[in-house]
């Protein structure tokens, strides 16, 4: 009953228990042949059972990858003599070496059991002879695999072997054996189907119930699953060996394989066609694959609705949205269980704002394919668009323990935790990202950002740094950094980035103002005399740069007079400017008095500027295609600056309101060093 109970185990898949029952098993075969030995009943010890208790408990630590256990239980066997089949088991032995990687014991183990089996048994050998020839091929030894797989097609020509030959010529680079292995696997005859089931293969969902419960007899699943494998062996090896017939012009190697497949194979002829397609797709003929798909809107409805799905991803691409719509139309109605047309359907209509339908068409081809990593990416960002954090937030920890390992979702995850202001989840993923994209400038001055908000000076620092390092032209980040300096009283490192700040905005004057009242605060007073010189040449109706210059020349004793005219005439014309626009106010007309800043602070409100670029891995707004492995990836993007508050506002606006400021005895007297305090945080 142990040894019963342990096979059934194993045929039940449950490793472990049978196992446990052959252990079982072994230690009462033993106590009974001990107990007959005590008793000389010598000649009542059954052999067979020994046999069958010792081959079982090394199956089953085979099965529980106890390899050095199966193999000592093996050896067991195999040299006892009264044994006389035992030889048979050095196939097990060998499979056992495979299953380790030691090809070279395991080809030793099948040559000396394919010794030991008669030639009356054919097949058995056959199959010892094809174990060996994947094993040479493992060993990358292809000339004695191509011996050996020859052999087996020469006596019995099987589709595993035909494919495992046309590899071997594959790796060798032999185009023309590869044509002829090819052929020898097209004309292994198929697996022989019933008319109507040949031409529905893939169709029960449309059958009535007696047919299905036809189908579903134990001898016509075999036979149907036996000739998907076959078509699977003949599809892979076609599009193995397809962009390599004809170096340099792999149009020609698909043009052949789908001819010779055209012969038997009519609707693998046609899937091929489709690869072909989609493998102009990967050489940028967007024309010629488009014309090739719609070739099959005329052949039959499974591969004129898989031409659908992909004819709607390419017109998606292309921007021709009622195309798109069009096509992902047309291969959901054909086949509604098809998840990448539920997807493209989906991206058609979030193009044209139904959120809520591209919703519940994500939802549906979650519902047909629960894996789909497209559909669970695309509902993730239409639920962030919508504001339904917390499935979003579902639908992204659902996909990153599909693709661990993948930068958008991760990305994602630590937006959405930042969105819902659960700061230390964010920082955890996006620290996660940081290691997986360590040069990601955009996660590492989020990260900075984050940390900054929470009075994190150091950590802030370290990755608003980094990110500069790996993106110097980021803006925010620049000014940022130079603001810190600034705080720290590094005024000549400030200075560089303040510069860098103006070689990105050229025409933005405040950056070459910091620079200037960095030189003030390092008493290089002569530098920032120039400076100011060259501000006004460029920028003549500054008053800020007017106000510094003439304070600045009147302490070194130099000729202000001509600065001091022109300042006095432009703070004149602020006046009236101001004066006219209280006018307007007062009469309920023109614009507020509030809508001119009288802050000297450059633009910058209460802190430095926020960072809320996406990384590099990933983007907000850009929808996985059906066609694609992974959700797509987009540039970095930089949030929009706005006019006052905490954005930059325009040169000549800024220069105005820190003039009228000045005038109305602001903040900023002489050339004190309130600009750069009121920049800072404290």
């Known amino acids: 009953m142990l040894l019963e109970s342990s096979a059934e185990s194993a045929v039940a898949g449950d490793a472990v228990m049978a196992l446990e029952r052959a252990k079982e098993a072994g230690r009462k075969e033993r106590q009974l042949t001990k107990f007959r030995e005590a008793k000389r009943m010598t000649d009542s010890i059954n052999v067979d059972l020994t046999y069958c208790v010792c081959f079982n408990l090394a199956n089953a630590y085979a099965m529980n990858n106890m390899f050095q256990e199966a193999l000592n239980t093996y050896t067991l066997i195999v040299k006892n003599k009264t044994y006389l089949t035992a030889g048979r088991l050095r196939v097990n032995m060998g499979n056992v070496y495979f299953a380790q990687g030691n090809f070279t014991s395991a080809v030793k183990m099948y040559r000396m059991a394919l010794d030991q089996v008669a030639d009356t048994n054919g097949e058995l050998k056959l199959r010892i002879l094809r174990n060996i020839g994947i094993a040479f091929i493992k060993l990358q030894q292809y000339p004695d695999a191509i011996s050996t797989l020859e052999s087996i097609m020469a006596t019995s020509p099987d589709f595993q072997t035909a494919f495992n030959l046309i590899v071997c010529y594959y790796a060798r680079g032999d185009t023309d054996t590869m044509k002829v292995a090819f052929d020898k696997l097209l004309q292994i005859p198929p697996v022989a189907l019933e008319g109507e089931e040949e031409e529905d293969m893939g169709l029960e969902e449309s059958m009535d119930s007696g047919t299905l419960a036809r189908r579903r007899d134990a001898l016509a699943t ?26 340099g012009d792999w149009e020609r190697g698909y043009e052949w394989v789908i001819e010779r497949l055209r012969v038997d194979y009519d609707m693998l002829a046609s899937e091929m066609a489709i690869v072909k397609a989609l493998t102009y797709l ?88 629960a894996d789909c990593v497209e559909a669970i990416f695309n509902l993730g960002l239409v639920n962030k668009q919508l504001g339904a954090y917390h499935e979003a937030l579902q639908a992204y920890e659902k996909l990153h323990t599909l693709v661990p390992s993948s930068p958008e979702v991760i990305y994602h995850l630590g937006s959405l935790h930042e969105s819902m202001q ?43 740094n980094e990110s500069c ?92 007079a001509s600065y001091e005219a022109r300042l006095m005439k432009l703070e004149r014309a602020v006046t009236m400017q101001q004066s006219m626009m209280h006018a307007g106010a007062a009469s309920g007309g023109g614009m507020s008095p509030g809508s001119i800043s009288d802050s000297g602070d450059y633009g910058y409100g209460a802190g430095p500027p926020g960072y809320d670029s996406p990384p590099r891995a990933g983007g907000d ?9 992974g959700p797509p990836s987009r540039g970095m993007e930089t949030p929009p600056k706005q006019a006052g508050g905490g954005g930059f506002a325009a040169p000549q606006e800024r220069a105005v309101a820190t003039g009228a400021a000045a005038a109305a005895g602001g903040k900023e007297e002489d050339f004190g060093d309130a600009d750069l305090d009121d920049l800072l945080v404290e």
């Open 282 to 369: 990967k050489h940028k003929s967007f024309d010629k694959a488009i014309e090739d798909l719609k070739a099959f809107e005329r052949k039959d409805q499974n591969l004129k609705a898989k031409a659908a799905t992909n004819l709607s991803f390419l017109y998606f691409l292309e921007g021709d949205q009622e195309q798109a719509h069009k096509y992902a139309d047309l291969a959901v109605r054909h086949d509604r269980y098809n998840a990448r047309a539920l997807v493209n359907m989906g991206n058609c209509l979030v193009e044209a704002g139904e959120l809520e339908r591209s919703k519940e068409m994500y939802l549906e081809a979650i519902g047909v394919e």
């Open 621 to 629: 707004d850009m929808y996985a295609g059906a066609l694609d492995d």
């Open 222 to 247: 075999q036979l149907r699953n036996m000739r998907r494998q076959s078509d699977d062996y003949i599809m892979t090896a076609a599009k193995l060996i397809a962009p390599t017939l004809y170096p």
């Open 469 to 560: 390092r790996y993106l110097p032209s980021n803006l925010d980040v620049v000014s940022w950094l130079g603001i810190w300096y600034v705080k720290s009283e590094l005024y000549e490192k400030a200075i560089e980035f303040f510069q860098r700040a103006a070689e990105i905005q050229p025409k933005e004057v405040k950056w070459q103002l910091m620079v200037g009242s960095c030189y003030r605060r390092l008493a290089q007073y002569m530098k920032a005399l120039d400076l100011y010189k060259r501000i006004h040449e460029k920028f003549p109706d500054n008053v800020e740069c007017l106000t510094y210059l003439v304070a600045l020349a009147r302490e070194q004793g130099l000729e202000y």
């Open 422 to 464: 659960n700061y230390g989840e964010a920082v955890k993923y996006l620290q996660l990202l940081v290691s997986r994209v360590p040069s990601d400038a955009g996660a590492l001055a989020r990260l900075g950002n984050i940390f900054a908000q929470d009075s994190d000076d150091t950590q802030a620092f370290h990755y608003q």
